[in-house]
């Protein structure tokens, strides 16, 4: 390559980050006054770097052969500034895509107003008032969904973290909460600043109040004394898991519903959202968002069911270490879990498998499923090894896979990636339920073989925030249709 070429290479990186860099105060205005959450073919663009934009502009070349421009991009995203628009979710690729292949002649501003009339001269808030969310627990999950909340308050979420309830510890409590929250081994800084009011045992997160309430049980919590009416409290201790023990926390004044971190018991309804988040009703009262697992296999099956039809199959999860078991060798009540986990692979149970029939009954008796603990901190892997109805191919499924993770009900749900070099620290803080390893896919007739990468932390705490959002009356329109 000439000298002349590697400059005029270098000169359009530059123009291109000049233009992203130019983007990111416009995408946070939007949302913050609009409630407008950004993605490009599915990958969110609310929260990043100049860096992330330009990526994820070339990571649209997996669905349609070449990077998205950003010079185009930059224009409607300019434009949707100046239209007043309602909360909403819109995948800025595809509008982009959507644009250019209409040809010369149409503005951004005059497009827009036809793609998104729904919402155009519509900016309004969901909610006259912010909905109170109580976080029970602090632990790993507990303190990922305060992150997710946090960067969420804005005009169109209307979630207001307001208060965590845990047990005191010793020692100086609130300073070593505050300082999880702050720092994080695996999913690195909060984004922003985070102080400590000891006087009213308080956590203050880049301006958000959040009341660190000590108590010792679920329907012994004074919550109006707090300031707190008709919260949501997403119950992630995982200490009670059926309706009797959840049911407690309705008799703590100022509680309206419960969501629960984990697969509930009993005739409790687990929600994956994206597949039947739809059987939410204003009556139900308590709710569970299912396991890790779950979440990231049923949108993968519901996809191969609706095209393939499965006849049977199993679930391998590998899954990183959890708190559940021991770091060094140790008496422990389940078989294997008592042997040290980062040391050790673990053979372990599952209910995934079983619990796919809660959201998907469909496939209620087809499944049967197991689990491997590996020396991991975080991101796993369900191997899916499926006997389908219908013969197809690797490319034909692949296809099938990829097409769906842009569908509006599903792309936050099912990522789709096609590199060959991908590894389970690459997956660290996916938003999506799932991610489908395309490169890996096995497909013999009727028998394939899927892998799907998840975040177990990260991933499944996006799902929970989701289902906590309709719980608290917060619907987006996606676009474009």
């Known amino acids: 390559m000439s000298n002349v070429q590697a400059d005029q290479l270098l000169q359009s990186y530059i123009q291109r980050q000049e233009l992203a860099e130019l983007m990111l105060p416009m995408i946070g ?52 500034e100046s239209l007043q628009l309602a909360p909403a979710r819109i995948d800025l690729g595809r509008l982009t895509n959507k644009w250019r292949a209409g040809g010369e002649g149409v503005s951004a501003e005059d497009f827009l107003r036809g793609e998104l009339a729904g919402i155009v001269g519509r900016a309004e808030q969901q909610l006259k008032e912010p909905r109170d969310i109580v976080l029970y627990g ?45 720092r994080d081994s695996v999913h690195g800084p909060f984004n922003g600043s ?37 919260a949501i409290v997403i119950d992630n201790t995982g200490s009670w898991r059926d309706e009797a023990g959840l049911s407690l926390h309705l008799q703590s004044a100022g509680v309206a519903r419960v969501l ?24 139900d009262k308590i709710l569970s968002a299912a396991s890790c697992t779950t979440n990231a296999i049923v949108p993968v099956l519901k996809a191969v069911y609706d095209r393939f039809g499965i006849e049977h199959g199993h679930v391998e999860t590998v899954h990183s270490y959890t708190n559940d078991q021991n770091l060094i060798d140790n008496y422990h009540k389940a078989e294997r879990r008592g042997r040290s986990a980062p040391l050790n692979m673990v053979i372990t149970e599952t209910g995934a498998a079983k619990a796919v029939a809660k959201a998907l009954p469909e ?53 789709y990636i096609a590199s060959t070099e991908i590894v389970s620290s690459d997956l660290v803080g996916s938003r999506h339920a799932g991610v489908v390893d395309s490169q890996a896919t096995i497909a013999n007739g009727r028998n394939v073989v899927l892998y799907v990468w998840y975040d177990n932390e990260f991933g499944y705490s996006c799902q929970v925030v989701r289902i906590a959002q309709q719980m608290a009356g917060i619907q987006f329109a996606s676009f474009p249709a």
């Open 138 to 182: 602090f632990g790993r999950i507990g303190r990922l969904l305060a992150r997710l909340l946090i960067e969420r308050t804005g005009n169109g979420n209307k979630m207001r973290l307001r208060a965590i309830v845990v047990r005191k510890g010793k020692g100086n409590d609130l300073e070593k909460r505050a300082a999880l929250l702050r």
């Open 29 to 80: 205005r939007l949302y913050r006054n609009n409630g407008i959450m950004m993605r490009i073919y599915g990958r969110p663009i609310n929260n990043v770097s100049t860096v992330d934009i330009l990526k994820t502009h070339r990571f649209a070349r997996q669905y349609t052969g070449e990077d998205l421009s950003i010079q185009d991009s930059f224009k409607l995203v300019a434009a949707m």
């Open 363 to 415: 496939l209620a008796g087809k499944l049967t499923g197991n689990a491997i603990r590996v020396p991991t901190p975080n991101v796993s892997m369900a191997i899916l090894n499926l006997t389908l109805v219908t013969p197809t191919t690797k490319e034909e499924l692949n296809a099938h896979l990829r097409d769906s993770a842009l569908r509006p009900e599903l792309q936050e749900q099912i990522d």
């Open 194 to 230: 985070i102080t400590i009011d000891t006087e009213q045992s308080a956590i203050i997160a880049n301006g958000n109040f959040i009341k660190v309430i000590y108590g010792d049980g679920p329907d012994k919590i004074d919550y109006p004394a707090h300031g707190i009416k008709n």
């Open 260 to 283: 629960l971190t984990a697969p509930g018991k009993g005739a409790l309804k687990n929600i994956v959202y994206g597949i039947n988040n739809g059987d939410i009703t204003n009556d």
